[in-house]
Structure formats: structure tokens, C-alpha cells
């Protein structure tokens, strides 16, 4: 089973701001099958890229991501309000499918 | 718009039954995978499990292999997932979700491009 890591577990951050998040896996992802989503209070997961750096539909470009092999980050350039949230990375090429612990973005 | 709609949660004992439904609309849903992912309260995501289009193929995660089963009726664009001998671990809000295919490398895998609300399961005495 492939266990991801993210770091750091909460960013405290100011709208304006850049955020930097961290997702580290325990053995290669396959074909850069990493994705992340962001997750509100009380609301289901929202994809936000696929394949490490693809953004999904509707993204804004204020997101980006990057990454190989084990370690992947995602950027945030200019926080907006709606952007505190919790992320989690996930790879989706090895079964079981797994998810990291989450980053809380929240505002400072 | 692509809209997944669970229902059929609530509380049960230890030992105890449940099924969930998903009720998908705005896409052709026997066209695409599906799948159940799971969030214990205030925890993260754990992917549960599965299902081929035609129901031919289906994946669980170990923790529930023997006890949950996941099964599509395609003519009522419905999803379920069948849960018996429920655990203490098993409460969680159980999400649906659509799979839909992404490849790179030469290769292609699953991935959840949209998700239901979710139905909370409370599985205590």
C-alpha cells in the first residue's frame, strides 16, 4: 500500500498570500497518478488536478502543481477567501487507492 | 450537470446491516465506473470501493472485502452499496462518486471527477 505524507498539517496564511503544499509518497506513484482535491466544511471533495500538474475543469490557474516519483506539491498564488480549505492528495494508480492526511489552509 | 445523490444512512448496532443508494443524473451512468470512498468523523478520505460499468468487476479495500458488497442498477442510473456485520470503524459519511479515466505514461487509471454529499453511517449501540 502506498502511504502518502503531507506536510505541514495546517498553513496559516493571509488572502494575498502564496501557499505551498506538500505530498510525499512511500514508494514511486505509478505514472504520476497523483491528484489533489480541496475540501470544505461540510461538503464533498472537489478535484482540483490530476496527473500532478493537470488542473481539472474549471480550476483557476491560481492553482498549480507539480511533482514526480514521490514527492508532488501544490501551489496556491494569491489566496482567495474560498480557497481556505483542507487539501489531500491522492493517488489513484495503485491499489488500494489511498489519500493523504490532509493540509488545512486556514487564514492567519 | 452531473448530480450524485446518496441516501440510506443512519445508525445501526454493532453487527447490524445497512444499505446505502446513490441516484445519479445529468450523465450516462452506465457508461463510467463508479465508486464508494469513506470519511470517519473528522478524519480523512479512504477509498472502499469499486464498480465496472456493466457490474462485471469489483474492487474493495481490504477492511471490508466479505462485508460490503457494491452493486449498479444501470436502468435506474442507481449505485448502492450493501453493508453487513458493521464495525465501530465503519462510521463515517459514505460518499458516491463517478470514475473517470485519466492516462499517462501510456497507461490509464480511475480517478473521481465527481462526488455526492454523502450519507452519514453510525454504527454504535
Known amino acids: 500500500e502506498i502511504v502518502l505524507t503531507q506536510s505541514p498539517g495546517t498553513l496559516s496564511l493571509s488572502p494575498g498570500e502564496r501557499a505551498t503544499l506538500s505530498c510525499r509518497a512511500s514508494?514511486?506513484?505509478?505514472?504520476?497518478?497523483l491528484a489533489w482535491y480541496q475540501q470544505k466544511p461540510g461538503r464533498a471533495p472537489r478535484l482540483l488536478m490530476n496527473?500532478?500538474?493537470y488542473r481539472a475543469t474549471g480550476v483557476p490557474d491560481r492553482f498549480s502543481g507539480i511533482g514526480s516519483g514521490t514527492d508532488f506539491t501544490l501551489t496556491i498564488n494569491r489566496l482567495e477567501p474560498e480557497d481556505f480549505a483542507v487539501y489531500y492528495c491522492?493517488?489513484?494508480?495503485?491499489?488500494?487507492?489511498?489519500f493523504g492526511p490532509g493540509t488545512k489552509v486556514d487564514v492567519k | 450537470e452531473v448530480q450524485l445523490v446518496e441516501s440510506g444512512g443512519g445508525l445501526v448496532q454493532p453487527g447490524g446491516s445497512l444499505r446505502l443508494s446513490c441516484a445519479a443524473s445529468g450523465f450516462t451512468f452506465g457508461s463510467y465506473w463508479m465508486r464508494w470512498v469513506r470519511q470517519a468523523p473528522g478524519k480523512g478520505l479512504e477509498w472502499v470501493a469499486d464498480i465496472k460499468q456493466e457490474g462485471t468487476e469489483k474492487y474493495y479495500v481490504d477492511s471490508v472485502k466479505g462485508r460490503f458488497t457494491i452493486s449498479r442498477d444501470n436502468a435506474r442510473n442507481s449505485l448502492y452499496l450493501e453493508m453487513n456485520s458493521l464495525r465501530a470503524e465503519d462510521t463515517a459519511v459514505y460518499y458516491c462518486?463517478?470514475?473517470?479515466?485519466?492516462?499517462?505514461?501510456?497507461?490509464?487509471?480511475?480517478?473521481?471527477?465527481?462526488w455526492g454529499q454523502g450519507t452519514l453511517v453510525t454504527v454504535s449501540s
Open positions: 514508494q514511486t506513484v505509478t505514472s504520476t497518478f
Open positions: 496527473s500532478a500538474s
Open positions: 462518486a463517478r470514475n473517470q479515466g485519466y492516462c499517462s505514461g501510456g497507461r490509464c487509471a480511475l480517478l473521481s471527477d465527481y
Open positions: 491522492h493517488q489513484y494508480g495503485d491499489s488500494p487507492f489511498t
